[in-house]
């Protein structure tokens, strides 16, 4: 819904901005929540984060109850219920640029799903990391995409949109490929992979909000639609994702390493074979 609501706002330039904004937001969360949780812990038990999560989401109710209005303008708005929405499902998947930005975008969130899910185990198990420094490696690496938000919000008022998400999608698909080369070596180390965990993330920051706007641009009457797939194909890539990660357990780094070199070059792919977008559709 928060993605809808920025395209019934904003287009091209403006809307990516906004999406970057979206995007820092998204980055403080991993690196506040454990500080948080860490500080609940301290005056109660592990229940006391669960009433503190109800109390949020009230807050994040009334928030949106009171405080946000309809953007979508009357005279924009379709009508048809679930029929209509199906058939503009239908129509997005067989519209090969919003596939393609689509699967770009789900895909680099899928390697970034298996960096999550593997990365505890492959740091701590295999490179002997102390849980310490994990927390704050996770945490510089959340930090590097929270400070890509602004630089892309920036960029997006002279470099075009479809640039952007190319050079986010080739320098993840290079990490990603890097981090495989060097597993399989052995020899590098922490020192090759902690930075091909740095790019994985921190691209994300150029892919995420420039893919949305492209795949959006074309669906001004059924935002709300498009956001929907949208989701719906990052987190299917991702639940896939997460747990091949682990199928032969945590004493290997090799297979966390091909899911997210796997997954970073498919989105490569996917972002060359969605064509380009037309000046009208921004």
């Given at each position: 819904i928060s993605r809808a609501i920025v395209r019934d706002l904003h287009t091209g330039g403006a809307a990516a901005k906004f999406f970057s904004l979206l995007m820092l937001v998204n980055g403080a969360a991993p690196v506040l929540a454990?500080?948080?949780?860490?500080?609940?812990?301290?005056?109660?038990?592990?229940?006391?984060a669960?009433?503190?999560?109800?109390?949020?989401?009230?807050?994040?109710?009334l928030a949106g109850?009171?405080?946000?209005?309809?953007?979508l303008p009357a005279g924009?708005?379709?009508?048809?219920?679930?029929?209509?929405?199906?058939a503009s499902f239908g129509m997005m998947?067989?519209?090969?640029?919003?596939?393609g930005y689509a699967l770009a975008m789900g895909l680099a969130i899928g390697a970034m799903f298996g960096y999550i899910a593997g990365s505890p185990f492959v740091l701590q198990d295999i490179y002997g990391v102390s849980p310490q420094t994990f927390s704050l490696i996770f945490g510089a690496n959340a930090l590097g995409l929270m400070a890509m938000g602004p630089v892309n919000g920036r960029l997006v008022e002279v470099v075009p949109l479809r640039r952007l998400l190319g050079g986010g999608l080739v320098a993840s698909a290079?990490?990603?490929?890097?981090?495989?080369?060097?597993?399989i070596d052995g020899r590098p180390g922490l020192v090759g992979v902690l930075p091909a965990f740095f790019v994985i993330v921190t691209s994300l920051?150029?892919?995420?909000?420039?893919?949305?706007?492209?795949?959006?641009?074309?669906?001004?009457?059924?935002?709300?639609?498009?956001?929907?797939?949208?989701?719906?194909?990052?987190?299917?890539?991702?639940?896939?994702?997460?747990?091949?990660?682990?199928?032969?357990?945590?004493?290997?780094?090799?297979?966390m390493a091909i899911v997210i070199a796997a997954l970073s070059s498919a989105a490569l792919l996917s972002f060359l074979l969605a064509g380009r977008e037309t000046i009208s559709a921004l």
């Open positions: 454990p500080i948080v949780g860490g500080q609940i812990l301290r005056f109660g038990s592990w229940r006391g669960f009433v503190t999560l109800f109390a949020i989401g009230i807050g994040l109710f109850l009171f405080g946000v209005p309809e953007t924009r708005r379709s009508s048809g219920g679930l029929r209509a929405t199906i998947v067989r519209d090969r640029s919003f596939v290079a990490a990603g490929i890097g981090l495989l080369l060097v597993v920051g150029f892919i995420l909000p420039n893919a949305t706007t492209l795949a959006l641009a074309s669906y001004p009457r059924a935002a709300g639609a498009a956001s929907a797939l949208l989701g719906l194909g990052q987190y299917v890539i991702g639940a896939v994702a997460a747990p091949l990660v682990g199928v032969v357990g945590a004493g290997t780094a090799l297979l």
